[in-house]
């Protein structure tokens, strides 16, 4: 009898619980594939267009200042421009940056809702197949572009080490079994409300009804949530032959903090911890160290077309775009199943904003490297509207298997060759 080879990979899906499958005696002739990952990582202060935008577009295009630190990678990667989310004036100038991956409309106004980010939607869609469904990181505080269905904001990890110990570190047995009781708990709890939930459903009107039946939904959400979180707690977190990073309590070292955290993005996908990974590069508020600037970031960034404040932002932002070179380099030399870890994950790179200066959240600084998708060009769109960011938006999800046609203010999947 002839037996299909079956992907090691595959998962069963039942009442929202993903389960890898056991390795199966079947398994042994199949051809490994590697899983879809995305990572997104936004310069919340801009990219100075002048330094970073080509001149010229197509396969052709010569690289801007910015982009020839990473030009030895042009075909793993596209550039894009005149692409937007539409009517990001807010109650503060700077509001933009939490809607970059939502699109969602004036951010802080009057009865403001945000909505699912775009790394939240991917992060629902692959579930618990690892110990972490998402990681949301940032360079200074919690704050984030990570949004759930319900416009909660996810809290960003800001402590490499911290991360590094929740990733790798086993921890004593005393402090599992402490956690695991606690998990245990946090069940039994669930059990009870929904236990006095079925009981008020006769004594309720139709409309309390939709309400209790919501509320149940969120109850079973979280406890599927409770099963998944359960049982990764059990399993010994990966091995890895790296020294746990040092945080740098200094806040004025943007490109020490940033570089700390670029370098667990790699080893994250490559134990598998997290197949889906959001970076905010924040205002920091000081006088960066170790660059030769007078002026913290953000007010460079309002530069007033100042030659002398530009000459500084510039140096500033080089240094992020190499940061971001080291992450593309290292990406795609390390490898999982015989690909490049770069050829499995989709990359996202940009800005909220396309004009600092002027706090314009139009012509974003767009680029996407990585993944199965077509590279190697700048691509245009031209228009006195923006292009919608979320079409691009639907295509990353694509990438990653989720059949999806609109996501935010999309009209159409993005498409080109």
Same mark, same amino acid.
Request: with cysteine.
């Given at each position: 009898?002839?037996?299909?080879? +079956?992907?090691?990979?595959?998962?069963?899906?039942? &009442?929202?619980?993903?389960?890898?499958?056991?390795?199966?005696?079947?398994?042994?002739?199949?051809?490994?594939? @590697?899983?879809?990952?995305?990572?997104?990582?936004?310069?919340?202060?801009?990219?100075?267009?002048?330094?970073?935008?080509?001149?010229?577009?197509?396969? !052709?295009?010569?690289?801007?200042?910015?982009?020839?630190? +990473?030009?030895?990678?042009?075909?793993?990667?596209?550039?894009?421009?005149?692409?937007?989310?539409?009517?990001?004036?807010?109650?503060?100038?700077?509001?933009?940056?939490?809607?970059?991956?939502?699109?969602?409309?004036?951010?802080?106004?009057?009865?403001?809702?945000?909505?699912?980010?775009?790394?939240?939607?991917?992060?629902?869609?692959?579930?618990?197949?690892?110990?972490?469904?998402?990681?949301?990181?940032?360079?200074?505080?919690?704050?984030?572009?990570?949004?759930?269905?319900?416009?909660?904001?996810?809290?960003?990890?800001?402590?490499?080490?911290?991360?590094?110990?929740?990733?790798?570190?086993?921890?004593?047995?005393?402090?599992?079994?402490?956690?695991?009781?606690?998990?245990?708990?946090?069940?039994?709890?669930?059990?009870?409300?929904?236990?006095?939930?079925?009981?008020?459903?006769?004594?309720?009107?139709?409309?309390?009804?939709?309400?209790?039946?919501?509320?149940?939904?969120?109850?079973?959400?979280?406890?599927?949530?409770?099963?998944?979180?359960?049982?990764?707690? !059990?399993?010994?977190?990966?091995?890895?032959?790296?020294?746990?990073?040092?945080? +740098?309590?200094?806040?004025?070292?943007?490109?020490?903090?940033?570089?700390?955290?670029?370098?667990?993005?790699?080893?994250?996908?490559?134990? /598998? @911890?997290?197949?889906?990974?959001?970076?905010?590069?924040?205002?920091?508020?000081?006088?960066?160290?170790?660059?030769?600037?007078?002026?913290?970031?953000?007010?460079?960034?309002?530069?007033?077309? /100042? !030659?002398?404040?530009?000459?500084?932002?510039?140096?500033?932002?080089?240094?992020?775009?190499?940061?971001?070179?080291?992450?593309?380099?290292?990406?795609?030399?390390?490898?999982?199943?015989?690909?490049?870890?770069?050829?499995?994950?989709?990359?996202?790179?940009?800005?909220?904003?396309?004009?600092?200066? &002027?706090?314009?959240?139009? /012509?974003?600084? +767009?680029?996407?490297?990585?993944?199965?998708?077509?590279?190697?060009?700048?691509?245009?769109?031209?228009?006195?509207?923006?292009?919608?960011?979320?079409?691009?938006?639907? &295509?990353?999800?694509?990438?990653?298997?989720?059949?999806?046609?609109?996501?935010?203010? @999309?009209?159409?999947?993005?498409?080109? @060759?």
């Amino acid at each position: 009898m002839i037996t299909q080879a +079956i992907n090691r990979r595959r998962f069963l899906r039942a &009442s929202g619980v993903m389960l890898a499958l056991p390795l199966f005696e079947s398994m042994t002739f199949a051809k490994a594939q @590697s899983p879809a990952r995305m990572v997104n990582i936004c310069a919340t202060l801009g990219l100075y267009a002048d330094s970073w935008f080509p001149t010229t577009t197509g396969i !052709e295009y010569e690289p801007s200042e910015y982009l020839k630190h +990473i030009d030895s990678l042009r075909d793993r990667y596209t550039l894009f421009s005149g692409l937007g989310h539409k009517n990001q004036t807010g109650r503060q100038a700077h509001n933009s940056e939490v809607t970059w991956l939502t699109s969602a409309e004036h951010p802080g106004l009057d009865g403001f809702v945000n909505t699912q980010s775009l790394d939240q939607a991917a992060a629902d869609y692959v579930g618990y197949v690892t110990r972490f469904p998402s990681l949301v990181l940032a360079t200074n505080n919690a704050q984030s572009q990570s949004y759930t269905k319900g416009g909660v904001m996810v809290p960003a990890e800001t402590s490499p080490s911290a991360l590094f110990a929740r990733l790798f570190l086993q921890g004593d047995p005393e402090k599992v079994a402490q956690e695991t009781q606690r998990l245990t708990d946090g069940g039994s709890i669930l059990d009870h409300l929904q236990s006095e939930t079925a009981s008020l459903l006769p004594q309720v009107s139709g409309s309390d009804r939709h309400k209790l039946d919501a509320y149940y939904e969120a109850l079973r959400s979280a406890e599927r949530e409770l099963v998944s979180v359960r049982a990764w707690h !059990e399993q010994p977190k990966p091995s890895v032959n790296q020294d746990p990073p040092t945080d +740098i309590e200094d806040n004025a070292d943007l490109i020490g903090r940033l570089r700390s955290m670029l370098k667990l993005i790699p080893l994250i996908l490559e134990t /598998d @911890s997290s197949r889906v990974v959001s970076l905010m590069i924040q205002d920091h508020g000081v006088v960066l160290t170790g660059l030769d600037v007078d002026a913290d970031q953000h007010n460079l960034s309002h530069h007033g077309q /100042d !030659e002398s404040k530009i000459v500084q932002l510039r140096e500033v932002e080089n240094e992020i775009v190499k940061l971001f070179a080291e992450l593309l380099t290292s990406l795609s030399v390390r490898h999982d199943d015989g690909s490049s870890l770069l050829d499995s994950t989709t990359v996202l790179f940009g800005s909220n904003l396309g004009n600092a200066n &002027s706090h314009s959240a139009k /012509d974003l600084p +767009i680029l996407v490297a990585g993944g199965p998708l077509p590279h190697g060009r700048h691509v245009a769109y031209e228009g006195e509207v923006n292009t919608p960011l979320s079409n691009l938006f639907v &295509s990353l999800l694509r990438a990653i298997g989720l059949e999806i046609d609109t996501f935010g203010h @999309s009209t159409e999947p993005l498409m080109w @060759s």
